[in-house]
């Protein structure tokens, strides 16, 4: 008797969680079936169907539901956008991709994503977007196939506070008379430096903001300064990015990474020993406050500086400055412009549903009301042809990138950490810089932690 | 009354007995199954044996310097936290002025979520060290010390009550017959008292050695493993290597996998060797 009630509970428990699973099942099916159903009903003229897009930006989360709207409107096709918190798209990506509804558009962070999404990543070649873009060589490519579009210009060097400059300048005994002068690591060493003695006169807590080193916070050196080394590395060597010969390096430039980082920590806001718990808007509100003259960052910048309380740089004071390294003939150096941010097309999704997609892109940046949103709303420096002058962002930094951009005597740094090895590698190269910094590790350890990390993390 | 109990039985445990199996047995063995694949999504699995567990300890040493220091934690954090709580517990039950509002106000740190708690110290102890010019992420010592000091504080009001409880439990006669004998203060604490508590201390040791193995969201807020991974603990190398690295998630798993063995193979022990030392009342 006792065995048979026990039969019964499991039974019982077994029953209702094979209903469960039922019933899990059901919904997918049911998902499946709605998302099959639009495309029948999209054969007709005015196509009304749903993309499904997983949004890497989240500042910009608020103006893609008006995008969404005015495209509903104008097209009738919903445009439901998923935003990934701020350092979580691979995750969300991850889960996303798992479900039986997955996104149609979402983006890569260059040849490095592209290589884990590779069995996601559909051919852009023929899409009407790519016809559009004006440097062919910025999109992702494997072979004759077109994987990943870029969607943004971006740059970022050394912006610096123009007004705290001319006080500078108008010292007796300044080590220069204008920024015209500051083009090469030499000048802006002695110049930084005798900033740094006259701070009490100019009013300043230190010439660069904090060198921010905390965990997470640590991109702008790790990522973005690291660039500069490596992309002089790959163009000596004549290396193809494309190439496995990316896998190995010599950071033989190391050096150049030394003079420029020493630089930002001797001459900071903070002593290097507190540089571990300071975070980049630690950094941008010191700069907004007026306390430091300089600071490493990039054109997204601008909206953080402005938005700090209590911010005194004008609008017409802010401007960029190459990172200059040390390097020969650096005075032809300009700042550092790329993307890591492509939209790449789900190939795993129904065919009807990326045809919306790249539709979707399409009209975005090719339309008269897309390409208003790109500009005044999404504040793009939109890599297409479609834009003409006047159809640029205003704010002031994205201006300085379109002036480096056009300057031909100047030669821009592309990103090319895009294809650096891993998330891994990176972190562990901020918190070598950290240690660094705290003057418990050498400068040879770092410099060869680098070089061995790059090797074993590109051979995973 | 028993018989009625029986019949009942399966009907009443029902709800919690489905409740286990879907939100802790089946991602259990589900993820038990996963430690012995590799994947990027869990749809995608391939088995792959036991390469996850290999690689969790031999590419690099991560795991093995997580679980030292976390084992150099608990052992400190277990001895600190149960000697405080039981000095304040004794404190507490000798009726002076006040004894309820100190009760509660040692409390109250437990009340805190472990991310505030860490971001609070984190301030006050970088505001410390401020004057030496030097931060929490200086040395790895630091970060051991810091942990230490917002462990001992989070969890030794809380000890601290399951002692006053144990200590109120014992009966006066036995602690005024030991005064009669003639044993002096510390003898009543020796020889009266603590065994009398032994199933408090039991329970506390326990709490404690499981809550600093497990340790995350503190280690998270006060250091995020700072300098480089030194301060990183257990819980934190595992989500690390999970959620931070593309092609480690079956190590992740199989590190999790490791960790629940250590954990329950301890709990399990330090069990029989205290249970062992109660005495009956």
């Known amino acids: 008797m006792k065995g048979f009630k026990k039969l019964i509970a499991l039974t019982l428990a077994l029953a209702s969680l094979s209903s469960v699973a039922v019933g899990c099942s059901q919904s997918g099916t049911s998902s499946t079936a709605s998302a099959s159903k639009a495309p029948a009903a999209s054969t007709g003229k005015a196509s009304s169907g749903e993309i499904y897009y997983l949004n890497f930006k989240p500042e910009i989360a608020d103006v893609y539901q008006k995008i969404s709207d005015a495209y509903k409107q104008e097209t009738g096709v919903t445009l439901k956008v998923e935003t990934a918190a701020a350092g979580t798209y691979e995750q969300t990506l ?90 090469n690591f030499a000048k802006l060493k002695e110049v930084a430096e005798d900033m740094t003695a006259k701070k009490g006169q100019l009013g300043i807590k230190g010439v660069f903001s904090s060198t921010s080193l905390k965990h997470g916070e640590d991109w702008r050196w790790q990522t973005h300064l690291a660039n500069l080394p490596v992309y002089y590395e790959f163009k000596d060597n004549k290396i193809d990015l494309k190439s496995d010969a990316t896998k190995e390096v010599k950071f033989q430039y190391a050096d150049n990474f030394k003079n420029i980082f020493d630089l930002y920590l001797k001459n900071s806001v903070t002593v290097p020993k507190m540089l571990g718990s300071k975070s980049v808007d630690d950094s941008m509100a010191e700069f907004a406050l007026g306390q430091s003259a300089m600071v490493q960052n990039g054109n997204w910048a601008w ?54 997609a790249a539709d979707f892109i399409n009209w975005l940046y090719t339309s008269d009301k897309g390409k208003a949103f790109v500009t005044n709303d999404l504040k793009f420096i939109a890599p297409f042809d479609t834009f003409k002058d006047n159809e640029k962002p205003t704010d002031p930094l994205a201006k300085e990138v379109i002036r480096y951009m056009s300057d031909t005597k100047l030669t821009n740094v592309p990103w090319n950490f895009t294809v650096f090895p891993s998330q891994t590698f990176k972190d562990n190269f901020g918190a070598a810089l950290l240690q660094y910094a705290q003057g418990t590790k050498q400068w040879n350890d770092v410099t060869k932690q680098f070089v061995e990390q790059w090797k074993s993390e590109s051979g995973k | 009354m028993q018989k009625t109990l029986k019949k009942y039985f399966a009907f009443f445990t029902l709800p919690t007995v489905l409740a286990f199996i879907t939100v802790f047995l089946i991602p259990f063995v589900f993820g038990v199954y996963l430690s012995f694949t590799k994947f990027n999504t869990v749809n995608d699995a391939q088995w792959v044996g036991f390469s996850n567990y290999i690689r969790a300890f031999t590419e690099d040493r991560d795991f093995l310097n997580a679980l030292f220091f976390t084992v150099k934690f608990a052992i400190v954090s277990v001895v600190l936290i149960n000697v405080f709580a039981f000095m304040l517990a004794l404190l507490l039950t000798r009726k002076i002025r ?90 009543v604490l020796k020889s009266v008292t603590v065994p009398m508590v032994m199933p408090s201390i039991t329970i506390c040791t326990f709490l404690t050695l499981t809550n600093s193995f497990k340790l995350f969201d503190q280690n998270l807020a006060l250091t995020a493993g700072a300098p480089g991974k030194e301060s990183a603990m257990l819980a934190m190398d595992i989500f690390n290597t999970f959620y931070g690295r593309q092609g480690y998630e079956g190590v992740g798993q199989a590190k999790a996998v490791v960790f629940f063995i250590i954990v329950a193979l301890i709990a399990y022990l330090h069990l029989r060797l205290t249970r062992s030392k109660e005495v009956e009342n």
């Open chain 1, 303 to 356: 909206s953080q500086i402005s938005g700090v309380d209590g911010n005194v740089v004008k609008e017409s004071d802010i401007k960029f400055l190459p990172i200059y390294t040390g390097m020969k003939d650096e005075e032809k150096q300009s700042i550092c412009i790329g993307t890591e941010n492509f939209f790449a097309i789900n190939k795993k999704a129904p065919a009807d549903q990326q045809k919306l």
């Open chain 2, 98 to 187: 006040g004894t309820n509002v100190f009760r509660t106000v040692f409390f109250m740190p437990d009340l805190i979520g472990g991310i505030v708690l860490g971001y609070i110290w984190q301030l006050i102890i970088n505001g410390f060290l401020a004057a030496f010019n030097v931060d929490i992420t200086f040395s790895a010592t630091y970060g051991y010390w810091g942990l230490m000091i917002l462990m001992n504080w989070q969890l030794i009001g809380y000890m601290m009550i399951i002692y006053i409880a144990g200590i109120q439990n014992i009966p006066p006669e036995l602690i005024e017959a030991a005064e009669i004998d003639g044993a002096n203060s510390w003898q």
């Open chain 1, 94 to 183: 991850k889960s996303a991709m798992a479900k039986a509804d997955a996104p149609v558009l979402f983006q890569i962070n260059g040849p490095k994503g592209y290589i884990n999404w590779k069995d996601y990543c559909a051919d852009l070649k023929d899409t009407e977007l790519y016809k559009h873009l004006t440097d062919k060589t910025m999109a992702v490519t494997d072979g004759d196939g077109v994987y990943g579009i870029p969607y943004v210009v971006e740059g970022y060097g050394i912006i610096y506070n123009n007004a705290i400059m001319q006080k500078y300048f108008a010292l007796s005994g300044a080590k220069a008379k204008s920024m015209d002068e500051i083009n």
